[in-house]
């Protein structure tokens, strides 16, 4: 068994929703009173406009006693309110934070390999999205914002980096290969870039050091060979030794099961990671019985060799820890937040 190793999350690219609202046509009507010295006596005011053609001016004149002046009363039918735009489907919302559809379509052509069925990958897809609305509602919480200037400084490495390799038109033919337009790629780039701050920001905790053990152990899938193996051990029998000659694991069984140093979280097995954390320097473990999610059991045997209470982690360490510790906040803002999910 090897350490594990794992990535950095950097989300790579993320939808930025647009809010739309919809303005509410206000109808006044009043009325104006031209003085038969042509001086008006108020002013007509209508809000809300029409790009339709004005409906027609009702002109009333009032019958009124001889020797009294006439006025002409001025009704001007109510202007019609602007039609309510029709909202854009949606496949989710986050918070009240829309994913539109179309977006959900656009990455899920861009995700799905050519000639294979989309369908496999909506789920994930679907969970890509709402990971990068999380993050970037958080970075509007964080107060966290890129430049356009920094968006287009990146832009320019890319197209410099991909024409150097692929000619003048290495750019263009990246984009068009993998779905991007020079906008939705100008996106892709904030959105990264986004991503990257807020969980720079998140795991700005995170130590240089950490407590860290070197631990050996051996991997059997027989019983009673693990239980050959322990009474050899108590009977004096060499760690190193025996897992040379029997251990499964090819890659640390030429080195006696050596697992070399590692901190708390980054070992595959967590639960020989525990065994290990719990021995006394050169103590071997009982037998450790796992069974797998495919139904097969394997037993381990674990030694302690050495224990570092601060000892600086290595990048590949650091990284995992950076890993578990943005993961672990990005899933307790998938708890917390009001998810809703509207695809046909």
């Not at 021995?279 to 473990?285: I, T, V, W």
């Amino acid at each position: 068994m090897s350490r594990k190793q794992i990535v950095f999350l950097r989300q790579h690219y993320f939808f930025r929703a647009i809010r739309r609202s919809v303005l509410a046509g206000v109808l006044l009507l009043l009325l104006v009173a031209c003085r038969n010295e042509g001086t008006p006596t108020s002013e007509s005011v209508i809000t809300g406009s029409s790009d339709a053609a004005a409906p027609p001016t009702l002109v009333v004149t009032l019958a009124i006693p001889a020797g009294e002046t006439t006025e002409t009363i001025i009704n001007e039918p109510p202007t019609p309110a602007p039609p309510t735009p029709t909202p854009a489907p949606l496949a989710a919302t986050v918070n009240g934070q829309p994913i539109l559809l179309s977006t959900f379509n656009e990455e899920l052509a861009r995700f799905t390999p050519p000639g294979e069925d989309s369908a496999p990958y909506r789920p994930i897809v679907l969970d890509i999205l709402l990971n990068r609305t999380l993050i970037e509602l958080a970075a509007a919480s964080l107060n966290i914002t890129i430049s356009p200037e920094t968006v287009a400084q990146r832009i320019a490495e890319a197209q410099t980096l991909a024409n150097e390799n692929g000619g003048p038109t290495g750019f263009t033919d990246w984009l068009t290969a993998n779905g991007f337009t020079a906008e939705s790629f100008q996106e892709w780039v904030y959105q990264e870039l986004l991503a990257g701050a807020v969980a720079e920001q998140i795991t700005a905790n995170v130590p240089y050091t950490a407590e860290q053990v070197r631990a050996r152990y051996i991997h059997v899938n027989d019983l009673a060979l693990a239980q050959n193996i322990l009474a050899q051990l108590r009977n004096g029998g060499d760690f190193f030794t025996l897992a040379q000659l029997h251990s499964l694991d090819t890659a640390t069984a030429p080195n006696g099961g050596d697992l070399d140093y590692f901190p708390r979280g980054t070992l595959l097995i967590p639960e020989i990671e525990e065994v290990a954390f719990a021995l006394e320097e050169g103590a071997f473990s009982e037998i450790l019985t796992l069974t797998n999610a495919n139904g097969q059991t394997s037993y381990y045997l674990v030694q302690l060799i050495d224990r570092d209470e601060a000892r600086p982690l290595d990048s590949n360490q650091r990284n995992q820890l950076l890993d578990q510790t943005f993961t672990g906040w990005l899933q307790q803002q998938r708890e917390q937040a009001d998810i809703v999910i509207l695809l046909p």
